[in-house]
């Protein structure tokens, strides 16, 4: 698969999904995947990028580390899993600065292209989110150098938010799914931030 996304706006996704659904028979070379920026702890489950797909990623795919870090800066989001702070902070040349619980990743994507990446991310994300207190939350720690370890609140999952966002692992929903569901609980203008197409690779 190639490590290309495409990212389009809402009204853009409504007049891609009937030109994906025809091309998706047989081997699919484009997915169309719902997104929407995490700006409060609820909506954490939009990291996974699994939150709608058309038609659904191959079996055992994995999104490489780079897209949902730089779809969510793009976005401005607020909140991300604890898993992600290592390769946030690699990408935002903060690497000296991982607390030592922080799992390492293999992440090797370019970072930012400024001199000073941190400032760029706090405008950003001040211009993104008006009016929003960003600094009480994992984006505004990392904005402050403050440190981020796994048993901070920020990463406590309560049950309750368990049983309502979580799926089965590797749970994606089929074109099929998409056709029931589309009308009922799939308004991208009112719902979704951003949506965008991974490219796979033909052959």
Same mark, same amino acid.
């Given at each position: 698969?190639?490590?290309?996304?495409?990212?389009?706006?809402?009204?853009? @996704?409504?007049?891609? $999904?009937?030109?994906?659904?025809? !091309?998706?028979?047989?081997?699919?070379?484009?997915?169309?995947?719902? #997104?929407?920026?995490?700006?409060?702890?609820?909506?954490?489950?939009?990291?996974?990028?699994? #939150?709608? @797909?058309?038609?659904?990623?191959? *079996? *055992?795919?994995?999104?490489?580390?780079?897209?949902?870090?730089?779809? *969510?800066?793009?976005?401005?989001?607020? #909140? $991300?899993?604890?898993?992600?702070?290592?390769?946030?902070?690699?990408?935002?040349?903060?690497?000296?600065? %991982?607390?030592?619980?922080?799992?390492?990743?293999? &992440?090797?994507?370019?970072?930012?292209?400024?001199?000073?990446?941190?400032?760029?991310?706090?405008?950003?994300?001040? %211009?993104?989110?008006?009016?929003?207190?960003?600094?009480?939350?994992?984006?505004? #720690?990392?904005?402050? *150098?403050?440190?981020? !370890?796994?048993?901070?609140?920020?990463?406590? @999952?309560?049950?309750?938010?368990?049983?309502? $966002?979580?799926?089965?692992?590797?749970?994606?929903?089929?074109?099929?799914? @998409?056709?029931?569901?589309?009308?009922?609980?799939?308004?991208?203008?009112?719902?979704?931030?951003?949506? &965008?197409?991974?490219?796979?690779?033909?052959?």
């Amino acid at each position: 698969m190639n490590e290309i996304a495409l990212i389009v706006i809402s009204e853009e @996704a409504e007049l891609l $999904i009937p030109i994906v659904r025809a !091309r998706a028979a047989g081997k699919p070379k484009v997915h169309l995947i719902a #997104y929407a920026a995490p700006v409060t702890k609820s909506m954490l489950h939009f990291n996974r990028l699994s #939150y709608y @797909a058309l038609p659904c990623l191959p *079996g *055992g795919y994995t999104l490489p580390d780079w897209l949902p870090i730089e779809l *969510g800066i793009f976005a401005g989001r607020l #909140y $991300i899993d604890f898993p992600e702070c290592a390769p946030l902070m690699k990408y935002l040349e903060l690497a000296e600065n %991982i607390g030592t619980d922080a799992p390492q990743s293999k &992440f090797e994507h370019i970072g930012i292209r400024t001199k000073n990446p941190v400032e760029f991310l706090l405008e950003w994300l001040t %211009i993104c989110r008006k009016g929003q207190d960003i600094m009480h939350t994992p984006m505004g #720690y990392i904005c402050q *150098g403050r440190p981020l !370890r796994e048993s901070h609140p920020f990463f406590a @999952a309560r049950s309750t938010d368990l049983r309502e $966002i979580e799926k089965p692992p590797g749970r994606i929903r089929s074109s099929s799914d @998409a056709d029931e569901a589309e009308d009922r609980d799939l308004n991208f203008e009112d719902d979704l931030d951003v949506a &965008f197409t991974v490219e796979e690779q033909s052959g």
